[in-house]
């Protein structure tokens, strides 16, 4: 059981290799983003388990804001992607200009937080 | 002969010789659209100032004058802002209530009303209208109630078409609910934070219609808004996750539903975290883990979806399925334990456990239990609300018919079009009768319920609680407005740092009007605070002196309703207090002052509620007024009996004031004999 477990996660794991292969570059790079900035939130929560929570609202903004930012990226690339039917009329200017603002709103509420 | 024949061709309304002084709508040549327009912005505009006009029936009878308590303390609020600025109102500290232990103004409000209320005021300054802040803060919440039903225009039309959202804004001008609590005069948070849910509702919608994330951040300033001005918001962030849960559940998500909510949650929890009052609740308060739940679980499933999407093949897919799963779910529920178990998360608070258990509160915190507003509705009033439901379903219905019938006149090529109403024509030869009977019925329910709303406001709604109206002998109003006189009496005989004791449910009104230091408070947040001033309304007036010496009380406020038949005052209050009391002093007990479980003032009451201190200061000098023609000396008109004890003696305090009618008494502490 545990060896057609074992084989069947190498599979999955080759299978989604091949096909995330397929993607186009400009989604790979917004997923590298994610991937750095859930890097990032993990870290922090690490650091916070070795040297304690205080002051608390310092470390919620830190993780908030990187999650956050992985979770507009995230948005961005579902608007962005070419495959999505529903988002087919909605122009990448405008959607990347939708990230920034929310990026900024995001970050100006994140110094004011930070304490 | 050609100018002849243009005369005659000439339309009638063109015709100089009319002597209509107004001009019909076809003087105007308006085509079909622009009719609508016109019709639609009219209405629009006159259900806007009918918002605003129905709610005003306590000015044109009273006087513009802040309302009830806890407007007073949010009057006092806002007059100190716009006195001192913005940093000095968040960072407030007041000695003036709860004495000895103050309170930390800035860091447990809603600011949203106030900084509001302050901004309507400087736009007005700005533009030279010298107005007073009292004049902006009695009128804030009409002015609301009217941009309540423009939003509420704008979401009916998001979600069917503008006839439904005309209805929705008449509705919500009128509804009873919505106008007891944002009546002028009325300056409390409801006013504002109404229509910051409605915004913020809308907002959500059209995100999640649109999938833009520009109406995922109108969403989240919208909630950050409500959360400034009502703790109320928790409505709005359990509500927004069941409905997102609910969308994932019957299987019409899309992509646009992950935008919009994820954008909102994130934005709109760290917004909301701004405020000092809310703090962490949304990582730490057992009512706002199911939008947290909901987040995390919409990220697992957007991206099982993709992974779905990307993989292309079942097989594989089960199984990364199933181990997908059991890790989520096991994380998942392992978090949730450890943070309730550890108390870590918070359990819900009294406030909204009563509404699963509305015994709750009776039983355990006798304070909540005590406050008027807390008593559930009634029954008439949800059959009223099921009934105007129905109503307005049935308007919908009738709507759909009429929608349906434009539809399908509207698409396809004539021979279509003509085929089509020829088939509906024939298909109910009584449809057009009934439409007509169900809309004159629909017509006659929704004016007898706008004559039952308006009558319902002007009768129940529109008291200011802080003057009384009564009918005198002929007909004739009488106004009693001893409050008033009582608290300014307050303000201009007595020292400046004295201090007064009364029930807490005048706190508010003292400090704002009186400008005198009070003991407790309608914030009511420390409940052994309170239950101290019970304690010493309850004891003996020389146990109570102790308790007053230790309190630093220079004066004692007491309501009395006798006179005048008033009946909310303090001895009717006077059980909650010895309850509040008992439940932190045992020495105090509820059974000593009932005789056989029932509650008496005349003769065959208890002792100790002969001799208590409330007992004594209320009914001081009583026994010797005749009330009532025909009745003995000390006719108690609230109690409608006659007092047990018409020979009160005082020892420890003298009376310093009462009021004209009767209904506020003042009392002084006489400072400590010599010793010798």
């Known amino acids: ?115 | 002969m050609g100018a002849k024949a243009e005369n005659a061709v000439r339309p009638p309304s063109l015709a100089p010789s009319s002597s209509f002084p107004f001009p019909s709508l076809r003087t105007l040549k308006l085509k079909t659209k622009q009719q609508e327009l016109l019709i639609r912005v009219s209405t629009l505009a006159l259900i806007y100032v009918l918002a605003f006009a129905v709610r005003l029936f306590s000015v044109l009878r009273y006087e513009s004058m802040i309302h009830e308590f806890d407007p007073y303390f949010n009057y006092r609020t806002t007059l100190f802002l716009t006195k001192n600025g913005f940093y000095e109102f968040w960072n407030w500290f007041d000695a003036e209530s709860w004495y000895p232990l103050g309170r930390i103004i800035g860091g447990t409000l809603f600011p949203g009303l106030m900084v509001t209320a302050a901004l309507i005021y400087r736009v007005f300054r700005f533009l030279t209208f010298a107005v007073h802040i009292r004049e902006v803060c009695v009128l804030t919440a009409p002015f609301f109630a009217s941009n309540t039903t423009l939003v509420a225009y704008f979401f009916g039309k998001e979600i069917w078409d503008a006839g439904a959202g005309l209805a929705a804004a008449a509705l919500i001008a009128i509804c009873p609910g919505y106008i007891s609590r944002s009546v002028a005069g009325s300056y409390d948070n409801e006013g504002v934070a109404i229509f910051a849910l409605l915004l913020t509702f809308y907002f959500f919608v059209k995100a999640v219609n649109t999938g833009s994330l520009a109406w995922g951040l109108a969403s989240a300033f919208g909630y950050f808004y409500m959360v400034s001005a009502w703790g109320g918001y928790v409505f709005i962030i359990n509500l927004v996750p069941l409905y997102v849960l609910v969308l994932l559940i019957t299987g019409r998500y899309s992509m646009r539903l992950y935008v919009a909510y994820n954008c909102m949650y994130i934005l709109g929890m760290l917004l909301a975290m701004q405020i000092r009052f809310v703090g962490f609740q949304h990582v730490q308060s057992g009512e706002h883990m199911a939008a947290m739940g909901v987040f995390f679980l919409m990220q697992v499933f957007y991206f099982v979806d993709w992974v779905k999407y990307t993989l292309n093949d079942p097989k594989l897919f089960h199984s990364f399925l199933r181990i997908t799963l059991t890790c989520s779910i096991s994380v998942g529920a392992l978090a949730l334990g450890v943070g309730t178990a550890t108390g870590y998360i918070s359990p819900w608070t009294g406030r909204f456990y009563s509404l699963l258990d509305p015994t709750y509160a009776k039983d355990h915190i006798p304070i909540i239990a005590s406050v008027s507003e807390h008593q559930p509705t009634a029954w008439s009033s949800f059959i009223a609300v099921a009934v105007s439901a129905t109503i307005k379903n049935l308007t919908t219905l009738i709507r759909t018919k009429s929608k349906a019938s434009q539809t399908v006149s509207s698409k396809g090529t004539s021979s279509l079009k003509a085929s089509a109403k020829a088939s509906l024509d024939q298909a109910l030869p009584f449809q057009r009768n009934a439409a007509i009977a169900l809309l004159a019925g629909a017509f006659y329910l929704l004016s007898r319920y706008a004559i039952h709303c308006t009558w319902v406001t002007s009768e129940a709604y529109s008291s200011p609680s802080i003057v009384l109206a009564a009918r005198g002998a002929h007909g004739g109003r009488v106004i009693f407005d001893d409050y008033r006189e009582a608290y300014f009496w307050l303000r201009q005989n007595t020292p400046p740092d004295a201090k007064v004791m009364s029930w807490w449910d005048y706190g508010y009104q003292i400090t704002a009007m009186g400008n005198r230091t009070v003991i407790v408070d309608n914030n009511t947040w420390n409940n052994t605070h309170i239950a101290t001033v019970g304690r010493a309304m309850s004891s003996y007036e020389d146990e109570a002196y102790e308790i007053m010496q230790s309190l630093d009380v220079d004066y004692v406020l007491v309501v009395f309703g006798g006179v005048t038949g008033y009946s909310s005052d303090d001895i009717n209050k006077f059980l909650w207090m010895v309850r509040i009391g008992g439940g932190v002093f045992p020495v105090i007990k509820e059974p000593d002052y009932l005789v056989n479980g029932e509650y008496r003032v005349d003769k065959g009451a208890a002792p100790k509620m002969l001799n208590c201190l409330m007992y004594k200061l209320c009914y001081y000098r009583f026994g010797e007024l005749t009330t009532e023609y025909g009745k003995p000396t000390g006719y108690d008109r609230a109690r409608g009996v006659e007092i047990g004890n018409k020979d009160i003696k005082l020892e420890y305090l003298e009376e310093a004031f009462t009021t004209s009618n009767w209904i506020v008494r003042i009392y002084k502490v006489k400072p400590p004999k010599n010793r010798w």
């Open chain 1, 1 to 115: 059981m545990a060896k057609s477990t074992s084989s069947d996660a190498q599979m999955l794991i080759r299978s989604l290799r091949t096909a995330y292969a397929a993607t186009p570059t400009n989604l790979k790079i917004i997923d590298l983003y994610v991937v750095y900035a859930i890097v990032t939130a993990v870290i922090q929560v690490v650091y916070m388990g070795v040297v304690g929570s205080f002051p608390f609202n310092s470390f919620l903004s830190g993780v908030l804001s990187c999650v956050g930012t992985a979770v507009l990226a995230v948005c961005l690339r579902i608007q962005v992607n070419k495959e999505n039917k529903e988002f087919k009329d909605l122009p990448p200017e405008r959607a990347y200009a939708d990230f920034i603002l929310c990026n900024l709103v995001l970050h100006l509420v994140i110094m004011n937080f930070l304490g």
